[in-house]
């Protein structure tokens, strides 16, 4: 019998069973249901079907395979469904974003943003629609600050700035300062507009103007001003000092009068009141009785005595006028210098002052020797140019430097300075170019016996007086 159903179960198709192979056979015949005894029957549970009820009647019930809100239709074919994908969505499972930014739909350089079912462009400035199609008015946000107008164009706009601003907005001050003010000033720039903060000195719209402190006539008892650089110089007549002059110079004090002899002030000079028996500037000079009265000579001042060792005394010129001058004899026992063109005073060893006391300051501007235009400032042995148009130099020669050779007098160094110049002087001299000898030789009256001191430089030279 056993033999009889093993047969019968191998004859059968899977799932079934009997002599007639109609019974079917629980799990796993029946797979989703159960066998009630009737031939053929496989009774199902719900949304299963089949003859052995393994088939899914609700694929999409029970599995949802559509994503992204596809809907699902369940096909009796092969126990499979079919998705229906809502808009912007692909794939059997409507797993797949469709990229609507594939066709490049933005234009004019935007910026494709994909989305779902759609896409967003993103607009370079200047642009706007959906496809960045249409041309946007940059001057409706009102761009422009300081200016007269806005003008738009294709991608872009345009501002007509108001006078003094600059930028693609004007917004920028425009710097109203460069190049303006001269001679150290400090510029402060104002909205199309400057205004310039002059150094002590100068003045004018751009302080080109070195204000004249000689102006006010400021220097006393005949001294001439030399005008500097927010100050001026006093060169005082002999017989007066001070900044202004306004010293009278005590030439008595300390007494330069030898052999107790009494000093008597003189302007610009003094007078010495000798003793009996002596004699000279100084008194300093003993008088000596003529052996033979009738001999008695007058004084060669243009000569000088010095020892001679076989002759006992000799008779030199004394150079008593320098290199630059020639002394002549007066007939009341005096002398004067014939000066060399171009040099002047008593000793003929001055430059630059005339008159017999050297009082009086020669006129280095006639003829005027500066250039370009130039204006000319008379100083003492020496001239300060005023130049005009941009021209530097001593003499307004020069677009470019100030310094030349003759820029500085008697060895000193020019120094550039950009709007002006300063010279650096040797030991000896002072003044803006160096034109003034300090001469602080004479002052202590070295030369003895009626001598005459001059002033070389830093040194000095004793003119000595002969008496026959």
């Not at 003759?406 to 020019?414: D, F, V």
Request: aromatic residues 6%.
């Amino acid at each position: 019998m056993q033999i009889k159903i093993l047969f019968i179960l191998e004859r059968c198709r899977p799932g079934w069973k009997s002599e007639l192979c109609d019974q079917c056979m629980p799990y796993p015949g029946c797979k989703h249901g159960y066998c009630n005894g009737s031939p053929w029957q496989c009774i199902c549970d719900i949304n299963w079907g089949g003859i052995l009820c393994d088939g899914d009647l609700n694929f999409c019930g029970t599995h949802e395979p559509c994503q992204n809100g596809g809907t699902c239709t369940c096909s009796e074919i092969n126990n499979t469904s079919i998705c229906t994908c809502l808009p912007g969505w692909t794939g059997n499972r409507c797993q797949t974003n469709i990229n609507e930014c594939e066709s490049d739909p933005c234009i004019n350089g935007g910026t494709c943003l994909d989305l779902v079912n759609g896409y967003r462009c993103l607009c370079d400035p200047g642009w706007e629609g959906n496809q960045c199609q249409f041309d946007a008015d940059e001057c409706s946000t009102n761009p422009c600050v300081n200016a007269k107008g806005c003008r738009n164009l294709v991608g872009d706009y345009q501002c007509t700035c108001l006078a003094g601003w600059s930028g693609k907005n004007c917004d920028q001050n425009l710097n109203d300062c460069l190049g303006q003010c001269l001679n150290g000033a400090t510029c402060i720039d104002l909205v199309n507009d400057y205004h310039c903060a002059c150094l002590p000195g100068f003045t004018g719209r751009e302080c080109q103007t070195n204000i004249n402190e000689c102006a006010s006539n400021p220097c006393l008892n005949g001294g001439e001003c030399v005008d500097l650089i927010a100050d001026y110089r006093c060169i005082c007549p002999v017989g007066f000092k001070g900044y202004r002059c306004e010293i009278d110079d005590d030439l008595c004090h300390p007494n330069p009068c030898h052999n107790g002899a009494s000093c008597l002030n003189r302007q610009f000079d003094y007078t010495c009141i000798c003793p009996k028996g002596f004699q000279g500037k100084n008194c300093s000079i003993p008088k000596v009785p003529c052996q033979n009265p009738p001999c008695e000579a007058p004084t060669d001042r243009c000569a000088t005595v010095v020892p001679n060792s076989s002759l006992g005394m000799r008779h030199m010129s004394s150079s008593l006028c320098g290199d630059h001058g020639k002394c002549v004899n007066d007939h009341m026992g005096g002398f004067s210098c014939v000066c060399d063109p171009g040099y002047t005073g008593k000793y003929c060893h001055e430059k630059g002052w005339e008159g017999r006391f050297c009082q009086i300051n020669k006129n280095d501007c006639d003829p005027n020797p500066c250039k370009n235009n130039g204006s000319c400032i008379d100083a003492i042995a020496d001239y300060i140019c005023n130049c005009k148009d941009k021209w530097k130099g001593k003499t307004c020669n020069s677009r470019h430097f100030h310094c030349d050779l003759s820029t500085c007098q008697n060895g000193g160094t020019c120094i550039d300075m950009g709007e002006t110049f300063r010279c650096h002087c040797k030991s000896g001299w002072e003044g803006h170019t160096c034109q003034i000898a300090k001469n602080p030789s004479c002052h202590s009256n070295p030369c003895l016996n009626g001598g005459t001191c001059v002033n070389i430089g830093t040194s000095f030279l004793c003119i000595c007086p002969r008496r026959i």
